[in-house]
C-alpha cells in the first residue's frame, strides 16, 4: 500500500555540519511531495514542497528534489544550526490525503 | 489569517471522563482532518472531511471517539469514557480541497493526558 519510508533516527550532528535525510516513498502515479518540520511543544509546518519530477523544493537552506526513478525525495542541508533541531516529517498526498512518515528527530549540538 | 485555532492547548482529565477537543479551520479551507501522535504510534490520521462530510474515519480507534463538523469553521473530536492510553498530542489540520500541492496547515495541537 501507499507508505513513506524515513530514515531512522535521532539523528545527532555538531552545529555546521552537513544533513541528509532519506526519504523513500510507495505511491500511485505521481504525486506532490512535501517535507514537513516540527519544533519542540508545536504543530507540524510545512518546511519545503516538490509537485513533479525533477522539482526542487527549498527553504531556510534545506532542498530536496524529486526523484520519480528512485521514489525519493531527501532533506539535505550544507550547514544545520542549533535552531533547526526538530522532528522532520516527509510525506506525499494520495487520495485527498497526506501520507506520512514516521518522522526523524534532529538534534543540533553547539 | 490566524490559522488553525484548536483548544485547549492542554487538557487534564480522569479516566472515565468526556472529553472534548476544538478545531477552527483556516477560513475558505474545506477539507479538515484529526490526527494524533504518539511517541508509539507517531502521527496517526483519525478521520478527516470534506464539505463538512466525514469521507474516511477508518483511523478512528474504537466507539470511544467521535468526531462532528457541523460547519465548515467548527470541528469537534470527543472521547467518551477516555482512557489512560488516550493519553496523546490530538493534531488538526486544514486544507483547500483540489489543490493537493498546497499542503495541510496544522494547529499546535491539545495535549491530552488522561490520568
Known amino acids: 500500500g501507499d507508505s513513506v519510508t524515513q530514515m531512522e533516527g535521532p539523528v545527532t550532528l555538531s552545529e555546521e555540519a552537513c544533513l541528509t535525510i532519506n526519504c523513500t516513498y510507495t505511491a500511485t502515479g505521481y504525486p506532490s511531495l512535501f517535507w514537513y518540520v516540527q519544533y519542540p511543544g508545536e504543530g507540524l509546518q510545512l518546511l519545503l514542497k516538490a509537485t513533479k519530477a525533477d522539482d526542487k523544493g527549498s527553504n531556510k537552506g534545506f532542498e530536496a528534489t524529486y526523484r520519480k526513478e528512485t521514489t525519493s525525495f531527501h532533506l539535505e542541508k550544507g550547514s544545520v544550526q542549533v535552531s533547526d533541531s526538530a522532528v522532520y516529517f516527509c510525506?506525499?498526498?494520495?487520495?485527498?490525503?497526506?501520507?506520512f512518515g514516521q518522522g526523524t528527530e534532529l538534534s543540533v549540538k553547539p | 489569517d490566524a490559522g488553525v485555532i484548536q483548544s485547549p492547548r492542554h487538557e487534564v482529565t480522569e479516566m472515565g471522563q468526556e472529553v472534548t477537543l476544538r478545531c477552527k479551520p483556516i477560513?475558505?479551507?474545506?477539507?479538515l482532518f484529526w490526527y494524533r501522535q504518539t511517541m508509539m504510534r507517531g502521527l496517526e490520521l483519525l478521520i478527516y472531511f470534506n464539505n463538512n462530510v466525514p469521507i474516511d474515519d477508518s483511523g478512528m480507534p474504537e466507539d470511544r471517539f467521535s468526531a462532528k463538523m457541523p460547519n465548515a469553521s467548527f470541528s469537534t473530536l470527543k472521547i467518551q469514557p477516555s482512557e489512560p492510553r488516550d493519553s496523546a498530542v490530538y493534531f488538526c489540520a486544514s486544507s483547500l480541497e483540489g489543490r493537493p500541492a498546497a499542503g495541510y496547515t496544522f494547529g499546535s495541537g491539545t495535549r491530552l493526558t488522561v490520568v
Open positions: 510525506a506525499f498526498n494520495q487520495g485527498g490525503k497526506l501520507i
Open positions: 477560513s475558505g479551507h474545506n477539507s
